[in-house]
């Protein structure tokens, strides 16, 4: 084609991959295009973006772009995307070198609509200065008489990131690695630098980056490479390649142990014994190297890969802290390091801790790294690789992510996309010598002396400095003002209110590319399966193209479980996995059971049903191995129901630490699910269950159990113990089984041999039933303190008994249509808040709405509760409804990998959610009309008056909120 010239062109057997690279000579843009047959097809764009200092501006442009362009001048064509297309995926993301633009869909005509919206948006953005107030930082000033505030959605996420203390490890761990360099500076803003940026540098970077000679465009799946190279030549052939000083500089000299000390936010008034956090961290060669690369990989498995690997068993046997801190190998800038250390400490144990780690990695240099522990590792990365099952997220999104660890730096973009030759090389090396990996742990960590030390301690009163640090320097800025100053900025707060306010012009709406509803269809894409239920246990089988791959999910039913086991039950499934067995500890059975399969993991499955009112309560084993693994497998499998220890105390308390360390760390960024789920708590069973094993009941459980482990441990060990002895019964298995068709017969057989026999049928054991389960109730508004400046919003009801049929598809288009419009316009656009979810289960009617890093409170409350009143039926057109239903129907059905196809298709037979349901329930979302939104619109002004709510945020903002909205609340403070 014209302008392009191919570059290289390579076939890529394990990925069943054609790679093509191709530059534009014109405008210096490089391509990557890997053909196959995947059906989500993957665009992205990344630009080189490097730091110039801490205010964010790269972060900030992310956010920008993508609020209107020249072909398409809507305030926000991100969000009539997000209403209106069959997205697999749709997001951007800043890194500290670089920001990608990627979007997915395994619809042909909705994936060039995407594409063009998105070139559009990063080559010809508007960037408006409205656009900058918003998404960065303004003074806000409403009334004259008011003190000046500072707001913006970027301003108010940083705000909530700098809450977090593995966020502020994470980045100080980088800053100490690289001083000096672009890397010490956070890309996405610190709180006190985000007002230095101005509007004149934000429109300077976008003109300076945003080139394509500085750009990496990648195209995935089975879409035709002629027309995209033809889509994307549209853009690039108004600009001429030019060169874009965007380089990651070279690292400037340095050698001996840096360290660097920092503060975290802790709750007022918690305990600050053992609260330290502490890495040891060593930089690494450059992330293209590609044998090291890999080696490196399959080296942090060996290191702290599994509960049993050397340095993480040698860190939590110690007893020095509770739970590891540091995420290992880290490879996605330049240069790679390695980060590792301890939460949960005490400030005195820290010399303990690096001691502790280098004599380990002395002893494993001295001794040598046995050969099963290197095989482990080796089986494990190259069976993540080989399965590349990426979860969530299309399979395209993570090659392009993978290549542009190296392409971004001017190498091969394909050295770790690739990966059988390096992982090949690398058996060979270790087979010539057996000392390989003990050579690299000399040469990279114990001869390293580029490495850094990152203390970080609980401050009390450290978002009290923040805040009077922020309101000082606010003061500064601002003390200087006349009145005529003060008018200016009321005036500029004025005209940004009216920007945000002013509906999109219809004829710009109508540019925005669409699909329309015949573009749908209301089929829908039945899941392979054979069901065998006449004996003990139920057998689902799926024949599912896998590659060699078997998955077997065993479950059993905890429904008529004595209630004072339940809330063990998140334990219980850990100490299965990370206990060992009476034959075999745990550093032995883990080791195992990466030797010899893909993993297995435990998953606790509790849902609402279609089908009976008591719900549905399930303990799931996932498992996954290679077919002639199988029965090794399911040997595993019988070990760990049949042999599992429950008797070592030391390991049982370490298990509990660790929980106790990652539930806490979970709380704040996931602060809307579990407000989500403690409002949800208050109206069914299912609900109230999940609260206590996976909300902040769970937290403050297992925190209790740990803070007093001496006294409960002969309660813990019998509640455990119980729980295996009541558990295990065939009479309440479930089994699924999903394969290539020809592995069926025989995995089948195997779990008659090898699994079966071993487990009892149960059949008379007295079952109390789910229904006989009595918990307290929760009060219906409650608010729980941690040391976070900004909040986490959930407040929600039923719709009413029986108002909403499961098969009725026309809600979710109705609530589609407010989160992305109501919602996201008035808790995101014009609060600030980074985000607004609606969160509806269609088996038992529920719906709760959340903000997340919400500077507000009162009035996203007030927002949730007046949402009926943004439903106006008479003034709704086909225009307005049609991008609803396009939005909605796309996250009815979307592409999933064999395994989760497998769940998916557990859960709905559990469920009793029928092939016929889900046919009417995607009839329904097309059909969707005026009627239904005015029906929605009555059925949500009855649900706003009797809606319960929960939130989590700063103490002094929900003390001066209690007298209104939280009145009668009752008030929790979450310590750690």
């Excluded at 772009?65 to 969000?79: A, D, H």
């Excluded at 998140?570 to 060992?580: H, I, K, R």
């Excluded at 370490?654 to 409002?679: C, D, N, S, T």
Aim: net charge negative.
């Amino acid at each position: 084609m014209e302008g392009f010239e191919k570059i290289d062109e390579r076939e890529i057997p394990e990925l069943s991959t054609s790679a093509f690279r191709y530059t534009h000579k014109p405008s210096g843009a490089d391509i990557l295009l890997l053909k196959n047959g995947d059906e989500n097809k993957v665009f992205g764009i990344t630009f080189r973006t490097p730091p110039q200092d801490a205010t964010g501006l790269p972060h900030i442009l992310e956010h920008s772009v993508l609020c209107g362009s020249r072909k398409y001048p809507v305030k926000e064509p991100f969000v009539e995307l997000l209403k209106g297309s069959l997205q697999t995926f749709l997001n951007a993301f800043t890194y500290p070198d670089k920001t990608c633009y990627p979007v997915a869909s395994t619809h042909e005509k909705d994936f060039h609509n995407l594409v063009d919206v998105y070139l559009d948006a990063v080559f010809f953005p508007m960037l408006r200065e409205e656009i900058f107030l918003q998404e960065g930082w303004h003074y806000h000033v409403e009334n004259p008489s008011e003190k000046p505030e500072i707001r913006g959605v970027v301003y108010n996420e940083m705000k909530g990131a700098y809450s977090s203390p593995e966020r502020v490890l994470a980045e100080t761990i980088q800053q100490s690695l690289f001083p000096d360099h672009p890397y010490s500076f956070d890309s996405g803003g610190d709180p006190l630098e985000i007002p230095n940026l101005s509007y004149e540098d934000f429109v300077a970077y976008h003109k300076r980056f945003y080139h394509p000679s500085n750009s990496r465009i990648f195209f995935y799946g089975n879409g035709y490479p002629d027309a995209e190279l033809s889509h994307i030549a549209s853009y690039l052939e108004s600009f001429s390649a030019t060169h874009v000083p965007s380089s990651i500089p070279d690292l400037k000299p340095w050698t001996g142990l840096r360290k660097v000390q920092k503060k975290y936010a802790a709750t007022p008034g918690d305990n600050l014994d053992r609260k330290t956090y502490a890495t040891l961290n060593w930089l690494l060669p450059e992330t293209h190297e590609r044998i090291t690369n890999f080696s490196l990989q399959i080296l942090h498995h060996i290191l702290i890969g599994t509960p049993g690997s050397p340095l993480r068993r040698a860190l939590i046997e110690s007893g020095l802290g509770e739970d590891l801190a540091g995420g290992g190998l880290e490879t996605e800038l330049r240069w790679m390091y390695f980060a590792i250390g301890l939460k949960g400490m005490s400030s005195t144990a820290i010399d303990d801790m690096v001691n502790l780690i280098e004599d380990t990695i002395r002893g494993l240099i001295r001794d040598g790294i046995p050969r099963s522990t290197v095989e482990a590792a080796l089986n494990t990365v190259e069976f993540a690789y080989r399965e590349g099952n990426t979860g969530n997220y299309p399979r395209g999104l993570i090659l392009m992510l993978s290549a542009l660890t190296t392409w971004l730096y001017d190498h091969d973009p394909l050295a770790l996309v690739a990966f059988e030759k390096p992982i090949n090389r690398i058996k060979d090396l270790y087979a010539e010598n057996p000392h390989y990996f003990s050579e690299l742990l000399e040469k990279y960590f114990l001869q390293n002396d580029r490495k850094s030390l990152v203390i970080l301690e609980p401050d009390p009163d450290l978002l009290r400095k923040m805040e009077e640090r922020l309101q000082a320097k606010l003061e500064e800025a601002t003390k200087g003002w006349t009145k005529e100053t003060k008018i200016y900025f009321l005036e500029k707060t004025k005209a940004l209110v009216t920007y945000q306010n002013q509906p999109d012009r219809p004829e710009d709406i109508a540019k925005i590319p669409r699909l329309s509803r015949n573009d749908l269809s209301p089929e829908h894409p039945a899941l392979p399966r054979i069901i065998e239920n006449s004996s003990n246990p139920l057998m689902m089988l799926h024949p599912i193209q896998t590659n060699g791959i078997v998955y077997i999910d065993i479950g059993f039913k905890f429904d008529g479980m004595p209630q004072d086991h339940l809330s063990y039950l998140p334990l219980f499934c850990s100490a299965l996995l990370e206990a060992g067995t009476t034959d075999e500890d745990y550093v032995k059975f883990t080791e195992r059971i990466a030797r010899h399969t893909g993993g297995i993991r435990p998953k606790l499955v509790v849902r609402n049903s279609f089908s009976d009112p008591s719900g549905v309560y399930l303990l799931l084993l996932r498992g996954k191995a290679l077919s002639e693994k199988v029965p090794e497998l399911l040997r595993i499998f019988r070990d760990m129901i049949s042999k599992v220890d429950l008797n070592n105390r030391d390991r049982i308390f370490q298990i509990i630490l660790r929980h106790k360390a990652l539930r806490y760390q979970r709380i704040i960024p996931e602060g809307h699910r579990m407000a989500m789920r403690r409002v949800r708590g208050h109206f069914t069973l299912p609900d109230r269950v999940k609260e206590e094993l996976s909300g902040l009941s769970q937290y403050f459980f297992v925190k209790n159990l740990a803070d007093n482990f001496d006294k409960k441990w002969p309660e813990i060990k019998e509640n455990l113990s119980a729980l295996r002895d009541y558990l295990f019964k065939t009479s309440r298995m479930v089994v699924s089984v999903t394969a290539d068709g020809d592995l069926l017969t025989a995995t089948r057989a195997s779990l008659e041999r090898e699994l079966l026999p071993e487990i009892g049928d149960g059949k008379n054991i007295p079952e109390s039933g789910s229904l006989s389960w009595n918990f307290k109730d929760l009060p219906p508004k409650e608010a729980f303190t941690l040391p976070v400046q900004v909040h986490y919003v959930a407040s929600g009801a039923p719709l009413g008994a029986g108002a909403v049929k499961p098969d009725d598809g026309t809600l979710l288009v109705v609530l589609n249509y407010l989160r992305t419009g109501w919602l996201w316009e008035k808790i995101r656009v014009q609060g600030g808040a980074y985000g607004a979810h609606c969160f509806f289960d269609r088996a038992s009617g529920i719906l709760v709405m959340t903000s997340y890093r919400d500077p507000h409170l009162e009035k996203t409350v007030d927002i949730m509760r007046n949402c009926h009143e943004s439903i106006s039926p008479e003034k709704l057109g086909d225009e307005d409804i049609t991008p609803a239903v396009i939005g909605t129907f796309g996250k009815v059905d979307p592409p999933l990998f064999p395994d989760a196809r497998a769940y998916v298709s557990l859960v709905r037979y559990l469920t009793g959610e029928t092939e016929e349901m889900r046919r009417n329930l995607r009839k329904a979302i097309i059909q969707t009309d005026r009627e239904d939104f005015y029906r929605a619109a009555e059925l949500l002004r009855q649900w706003s008056q009797n809606l319960h709510l929960c939130v989590l945020g700063p103490a002094d903002s929900i003390e001066s909120a209690r007298t209104d909205l939280l009145k009668d609340a009752e008030r929790v403070a979450i310590e750690g």
